[in-house]
């Protein structure tokens, strides 16, 4: 299953890896909560909370450090009554990568239902 080009309508965060770095744009009401200590970092806290119902979660926690660079996501998903913790170790931009990276093929994964989440 190739995702050429994301949904940018999409609301939906996974549906669109791309509004992970932009999602406090225009989606969410931000509230600065502090510096606070993300593995060994100083990192200044900020709550992100949706505006619209549809998302899936109802509160979204960024970590950035002084650089800007995000250090943890948290989404509590409300519905499920679980929190998602995204731990960025390291962001490495302009990477050359081959379009068959992001090819899947079914043949090397027999049994395996393909399931596209748009």
Known sequence: MII???D????????????I???YERDFNST??????VAGKSTSQIELTPKSNDTGFSLVTLCADAAGMPVRLVYR?????NDL??????????????SDTFLFDPTKYPGVESIDFR
Do not use: C
Not at 8 to 16: E, K, L, Q
Not at 77 to 81: K, M, R, W
């Open 4 to 6: 050429e080009t994301p």
């Open 8 to 19: 940018s309508n999409d609301t939906r965060i996974f549906a669109n890896p791309a509004k």
């Open 21 to 23: 770095f932009q999602i």
């Open 32 to 37: 600065y909560k502090g510096n606070v200590s």
């Open 77 to 81: 998903l409300e519905e499920y009554g």
């Open 85 to 98: 913790v995204l731990d960025v170790e390291k962001i490495t931009p302009n990477v050359p990568v081959s």
